[in-house]
């Protein structure tokens, strides 16, 4: 159980650093916007994580 909770606070801190990032960097949010299985294939995350992300970044497009 603690290897699961240990993971999910991993998806948080890269889910709020990857949404800051797009936040500041305009570029990596375009890239973000256009291509999210591409740019979060970079990062180590959960499927649920990456869900999250592409639904914030949607919900910051509109």
């Known amino acids: 159980m ?3 909770l240990d993971s999910r606070q991993r998806d ?3 889910i709020s ?3 800051l990032k797009a936040a500041s960097e305009p570029e ?3 890239s ?3 291509e999210p299985t591409t740019v979060l294939q ?3 995350l959960s499927e649920e994580a990456k869900a999250i992300i592409k639904t914030s970044i949607i ?3 509109q």
């Open 2 to 4: 603690c290897g699961y």
């Open 12 to 14: 948080a801190e890269i």
């Open 17 to 19: 650093e990857i949404l």
């Open 28 to 30: 990596f949010r375009n």
């Open 32 to 34: 973000l916007i256009k």
């Open 42 to 44: 970079e990062y180590n």
């Open 59 to 61: 919900d910051l497009t």
